[in-house]
Nanobody, 126 residues
């Protein structure tokens, strides 16, 4: 069982930056594609970024393209989401998820992922 733990969420001012982390307590992330999703109050969960199992392929949602970067450090068993130029529209709970089916690519589709973390809150406000 892969247990994912997100961290790094915080209150940040518009225009600021944050780096979220997704790590496991237990099994390695090796061999799993990892996705980041977010859910704002009253809205559905949105796929924003994913990285394939060995980091060779990444995908971004249109709302974050050019501002967010996903990358993984398999030696540290951690996947990161670097978020820049944050706006109030980025306020949400952020979740990471693991998919064992795709190795060389990844998808921003919730149903693709079988393991989920509990989320970390990001609030962008002045």
């Amino acid at each position: 069982q892969v247990q994912l733990v997100e961290s790094g969420g915080a209150l940040v001012q518009p225009g600021g930056s944050l780096r979220l982390s997704c790590a496991t307590s237990g099994r390695t992330l090796h061999g799993y594609s990892i996705g980041w999703f977010r859910q704002a109050p009253g809205k559905g969960r949105e796929g924003i970024a994913c990285v394939s199992a060995f980091g060779g392929s990444v995908l971004y949602g249109d709302s974050v393209k050019g501002r967010f970067t996903i990358f993984r450090d398999n030696a540290k068993n951690t996947v990161y989401l670097q978020m820049n130029s944050l706006t109030s529209e980025d306020t949400a709970s952020y979740y990471c998820a693991a998919d064992s089916a795709l190795i060389h690519s990844c998808l921003l589709r919730m149903t693709q992922y079988e393991h989920w973390g509990q989320g970390t809150q990001v609030t962008v406000s002045s």
